[in-house]
């Protein structure tokens, strides 16, 4: 069986819920890999972004290396499969320099993410505006008030 591209089974999602392009997205952790991979993939349909809890994915790095090897869970609750895709969600550096929409990052302080893909980032990226959420670690992050308080502001100020 052939699979298209994440990013054409977003838009198509979307589009059949009549919701029209250029759109606003809003990723947080696996979501963020997948808004980046439309981001870069679909230029043209993105307004802007806003990652949570994620980065950059970097093509050919190894996280992606990871991903792309990485076992299922014994309990059978996540299939290997699906973990190892992760992997394709992977961007280039060059994908990453070309995006030309607002972007925005939301990262817990305590968030392993940040280091691993957050920081990558903004050695590329240190035009996106990165902001620490303050005592939050990954899975927490969203129910803190600095994050939500922060994502309005975000998606306030590229709904402009």
């Known amino acids: 069986m052939k699979y298209r591209r994440v990013g054409c ?37 993105v307004h802007s972004l806003t990652l949570g809890g994620m980065g950059w ?19 059978g609750k996540t299939p290997s499969a699906c973990l190892r895709s992760l992997g394709k969600l992977a961007v280039t550096e060059k994908e990453l320099k070309a995006v030309r929409v607002p972007v925005s990052v939301l990262i817990g302080d ?4 940040r280091r691993m893909y957050v920081a990558p ?8 505006p990165v902001t620490a959420i303050q005592g939050a670690g990954h899975i927490n992050c969203v129910f803190n008030r600095q994050f939500q308080d922060e994502l309005v502001k975000a998606l306030d100020k590229h709904s402009r």
């Open 121 to 128: 980032l903004q050695q590329v990226r240190g035009d996106w």
């Open 110 to 113: 305590r968030d392993p993410v």
């Open 9 to 45: 089974d977003l838009n198509a999602l979307l589009e059949a819920s009549g919701e029209r392009a250029p759109y606003v997205l809003v990723g947080y952790s696996l979501g963020g890999m997948i808004a980046m991979k439309v981001v870069t993939g679909h230029p043209d349909r």
């Open 57 to 75: 994915l970097k093509e050919g790095s190894r996280l992606q290396e990871f991903w792309e090897n990485v076992r299922g869970r014994d309990a």
